[in-house]
């Protein structure tokens, strides 16, 4: 019966016949396994982070005093399936457990009364908001970053919400989010 | 006859080699070596490049202006030459970047009536990425304020990040030395 290594590599004890083709075959099998399991595959899925872009020019309208959940319609980046527009354009479910970084950028059409804010929820749940005054004479663009602990399978929503006192047009928005760590 | 693993191309010996075992070790020894050198080498040389300001900076009103650095802090990927350019980063390896940039505005004086500045990740030096569109601005004391920006960029080789301030504040003076423009691969 060999030893073996904490991660498992196999050795021959002094008390063992020795066998050195077959000992060493063991032991090449195993850090081979070990390394590409654990190793390279961990190195590959840490340079390559789940991550989506999605952003939408299309005109939605912002209720007064109402969370609207914004939808997306140009996914422009997506490797872990976050984001499906036939299933919805406002839903971004987390592809596995871990630390977040999640950005949201949205523009509202002038007007000077009240305030416009940037949200981020998780499965409904407010989480983030940022909020600025709202001018006359220019768009008011509103970006919050935040990170946070997401779960598989929690859904994100990208919401906008102003009380201006009318509804409001959102023109442009940008929301990605990207996986930091485990 | 020498066998090789399946997955990381290690050799060992087989029951038909001739039995010299130091050799056979010492071979299995590098190989094992020369992969997790290379693998290690993949995580730290992960494109990350850092610009940064060293002095102060005009800027004429009304007009979107690239900023300029002049320190580069980290680059692990050969994505800045300042001798070529102040203020470009290239992309030398395809993937998705996070950018971030930042700067510090002094104003002097009264702003107009209807003041902006904007803060504008650019890729390739004309499409925008990420935009932050400041328009509180009442210079007291301190006289300055910090923008910030930051935005996702699909990069492919030989793309560029940058980013320009665009304001129309008369009074407005410099940039100081505070500015800076970093990016990060996050994903392939």
Redesign the interface.
């Known amino acids: 019966m060999p030893g073996t290594t904490p991660r498992g590599y196999p050795f021959p004890l002094y008390t063992e016949s020795a066998n050195?083709?077959?000992q060493?075959?063991s032991?090449?099998?195993a850090?081979?396994?070990d390394?590409?399991n654990n190793?390279?595959t961990a190195?590959n899925n840490?340079?390559?982070?789940?991550?989506v872009?999605a952003s939408s020019s299309v005109v939605q309208s912002i209720a007064n005093l109402t969370d609207v959940n914004l939808n997306f319609t140009v996914e422009?980046?997506d490797?872990a399936n976050w984001f499906n527009s036939g299933v919805s354009q406002t839903n971004f479910t987390a592809p596995s457990t871990g630390f977040y970084?999640m950005?949201l950028?949205v523009s509202y059409a002038s007007n000077a009364t009240g305030a416009r804010t940037a949200i981020v929820k998780i499965n409904g749940n407010f989480i983030w908001g940022k909020t600025?005054?709202g001018?006359s004479?220019?768009?008011?663009?509103v970006?919050t970053?935040h990170m946070h602990q997401l779960t598989a399978g929690d859904i994100v929503t990208f919401v906008a919400r102003q009380n201006s006192g009318v509804a409001l047009n959102c023109t442009n928005r940008?929301a990605?989010i990207?996986k930091i760590s485990a | 006859m020498v066998a090789f693993t399946p997955n990381r191309n290690y050799p060992y010996s087989t029951a038909g080699d001739p039995a010299d075992v130091p050799q056979a070790l010492q071979d299995f020894a590098e190989a094992v070596d020369d992969d997790l050198e290379t693998r290690d080498a993949v995580i730290r040389t992960r494109p990350y490049a850092k610009l940064r300001g060293a002095g102060t900076v005009t800027f004429p009103v009304n007009v979107q202006t690239p900023i300029p650095f002049e320190i580069e802090d980290f680059d692990t990927d050969s994505m800045a030459d300042l001798t070529v350019s102040r203020t470009l980063l290239t992309v030398r390896t395809a993937g998705l970047y996070w950018v971030h940039a930042r700067a510090r505005i002094y104003v002097t004086g009264a702003v107009p009536a209807n003041p902006f500045v904007l803060l504008i990740l650019l890729e390739n030096g004309a499409t925008a990425f990420g935009v932050n569109r400041m328009h509180s601005l009442s210079p007291g004391s301190p006289n300055y304020f910090d923008v910030s920006v930051s935005g996702l960029g699909i990069g492919a080789v030989d793309d560029t990040f940058s980013v320009a301030l665009h304001h129309n504040i008369p009074t407005y003076t410099e940039l100081s030395r505070f500015r800076e423009l970093s990016a990060f691969r996050v994903a392939n």
């Open positions: 050195f083709p077959t060493m075959q032991l090449a099998l850090v081979d396994t390394v590409q190793l390279v190195v840490g340079l390559n982070q789940p991550s872009l422009s980046y490797n970084m950005r950028s600025l005054t001018v004479y220019d768009i008011t663009q970006m970053v940008i990605s990207n």
